[in-house]
Structure formats: structure tokens, C-alpha cells
């Protein structure tokens, strides 16, 4: 069976989606659907069972991952250090990271950790969290940045891979400042079931998972009336009145004129958590704890100044 095709399965049943699976993996949906087909024809078997709001693996899908697991686990720990000994040899660390993360706090890290240790350098790579867990899995780089739903966010360390929560991020409702609820405090989900929402690709999003899962608490599920990847092309529908979003709190920067950004009454939030080897390595180590000093920075940074919107921050606890 074809490596590449395995890798798939094990991204589809981590993510629940196809396109999640193919984010990922840095494929084309089409992509991803036609290999996970190939696969299905290989083994004979049904794989996977999808839907609208995503797939779920089959008990074939079930019991084939779980040898796929071992395959890929070995082929993952290899290829990992085989790239950190090339690293090593050259002096340098690398960091994948999602382009929030890049455009708020990640520089700020990168330069504070080479005046830490004189000769280190850090090649970054910007990638979703998705692409930047598998990167990191393939051995293609040394501490990738990824997202986590809040009740899966532990720290975790299974002798050869560590997880480590870096803090709490809150979503924010970036809201047409001429409705009604620009005026209050906070958003309460009740109030705004009956409203139109521009979201971002969905499947297999943390984000959108809490999201989901608080309004499906406050008894309703938002209709999405627009699908729009490009955030500031988001926040230009919602200053129309024509729709309202939600954003990480570390990507408030040029909030166009006609939107106020308010925090939930309940807060919704994600994790943001470092994905690196278990093994010690003071460059990397240092790296993680100035990836925390920076975002920690930018959040008050963006609080100070963002006194107007009402909003607030959560440091991970």
C-alpha cells in the first residue's frame, strides 16, 4: 500500500473531514478524495463513511489505521532523526507555524531566541496547524504550532512526541457596528441564532469546533450564508452588515472602519500548543518558551489598545 495513501487515513481520522485530512497533508480536496478511493480499492473494503459535516472511519477504516499507525510512527521517528542530525550539523532549528501566529508573535520569538543563544538560527516555515503537525510527524521540522480544541489540549508526552500548550486563545464576534449588538459588552449566543455568519473552510477546524459546539449548547447551529478563506475579505462583509465572523484574538490588527469586535458573555476559546520531540534540546526549548514571552506580549500589546471593543485575554492556566 502506498505510504502517502496510509498518511491519509490517519489525517482523515484525526481531522473527521476529508478537507481537513487534505489541509493536512497540503493536497487538493479532489486530491485527497481520489487517493483516499485508491486506497478503498486496494483494500477491498469501505473505508470511511462521509457526510456534509464530515467522515468517520468504517470499522475496516478502524482496523487498518490501527496498522498504519505503527508503520507511519516508525517511518515519522526515522525520517525526524535523520533531519534533526542534519540540523544539528548545520546549527539550525526550524519552526512551522500558521500565518496568525507569523504575522503576530512568531518574529518577535525567532529574534529573541538567537540573542538568547549567540550562532542560533531558526528557519521558519509558515503553515496551517494542520500542515504544520504533519511537517513536524515527516521530520521536516523541529516544533510545529497547532491548535487544539480546549478538552484536548493537555500536555502530553509519550516518550518520543511532546505537546505543549502554549496558552488560551479567545475568539472574539467581529460584529456590524451599526446593529444592535455593537452597543453591549459582550455577545451572548442567544441573541445572535437568528443571524447570517462568513466563516472560513470549517472542516476539522479547532476553531470552528468550539465554536459549533457552544452554540449547539445555546440550542442552535449558525447558518453559514458566506465561505470565505481571506479574513480581511471576511471583515468586509461583516462592515457591510451583511454577516458576522469570529477571529482569534491575536489577529486583531486593521479592523476595517464599520466593525466592532466584543468578546463572548461565555468565553470561547482554542488552544495553541507546540508539537516537538520528547528528546532535550536547549535551541528548541528556548525557542518554545519565547514563542510564550511574545504571544504573552502581543496580547497586551493588542489589549492596551483595544480597550474600546471591550475585549479581554486568558493566559493558559
Not at 502506498?2 to 493536497?27: Q, Y
Not at 540573542?115 to 509558515?126: C, D, F, P, T
Not at 445555546?218 to 450564508?225: Q, T
Amino acid at each position: 500500500m502506498d505510504i502517502d495513501h496510509l498518511r491519509l487515513l490517519r489525517e482523515l481520522a484525526r481531522h473527521k473531514s476529508v478537507s481537513g485530512a487534505a489541509g493536512a497533508l497540503g493536497l487538493t480536496q479532489s486530491t485527497a478524495s481520489k487517493q483516499l478511493l485508491l486506497l478503498e480499492k486496494e483494500a477491498g473494503r469501505r473505508l470511511a463513511e462521509r457526510s456534509w459535516r464530515g467522515a468517520s472511519l468504517t470499522p475496516d477504516g478502524e482496523r487498518l489505521l490501527a496498522h498504519a499507525e505503527i508503520i507511519l510512527d516508525q517511518l515519522d521517528l526515522a525520517a525526524h532523526e535523520l533531519q534533526s542530525i542534519a540540523d544539528r550539523s548545520k546549527g539550525a532549528i526550524s519552526l512551522a507555524a500558521f500565518d496568525g501566529a507569523v504575522a503576530s508573535f512568531v518574529p518577535t520569538a525567532i529574534r529573541a531566541t538567537s540573542q538568547r543563544i549567540a550562532g542560533a538560527a531558526v528557519k521558519l516555515v509558515v503553515a496551517e496547524p494542520g500542515a504544520a503537525e504533519a511537517a513536524f510527524g515527516k521530520g521536516e521540522v523541529d516544533v510545529g504550532l497547532v491548535l487544539r480544541e480546549t478538552a484536548q489540549a493537555a500536555h502530553s508526552n509519550d516518550g518520543r512526541t511532546r505537546l505543549q500548550p502554549l496558552f488560551h486563545e479567545n475568539l472574539l464576534c467581529a460584529v456590524p457596528s451599526g446593529h444592535p449588538i455593537a452597543a453591549r459588552a459582550f455577545v451572548e449566543l442567544a441573541d445572535v441564532d437568528q443571524e447570517a455568519w462568513a466563516f472560513a473552510a470549517i472542516d476539522g477546524c479547532p476553531l470552528y469546533a468550539e465554536f459549533f459546539d457552544a452554540c449547539s449548547r445555546a440550542g442552535f447551529e449558525p447558518e453559514c450564508k458566506f465561505l470565505i478563506e481571506d479574513l480581511s475579505t471576511r471583515l468586509g462583509v461583516v462592515a457591510s452588515g451583511a454577516a458576522f465572523t469570529i477571529i482569534p484574538e491575536l489577529m486583531v490588527s486593521n479592523i476595517p472602519e464599520g466593525v466592532a469586535l466584543r468578546p463572548f458573555g461565555n468565553p470561547i476559546q482554542t488552544v495553541v500548543a507546540a508539537v516537538t520531540s520528547a528528546r532535550p534540546s536547549k535551541t528548541r526549548d528556548i525557542l518554545v518558551e519565547e514563542l510564550i514571552n511574545a504571544a504573552n506580549a502581543r496580547r497586551l500589546q493588542i489589549s492596551r489598545k483595544s480597550g474600546s471593543t471591550n475585549v479581554t485575554f486568558a493566559n493558559f492556566a
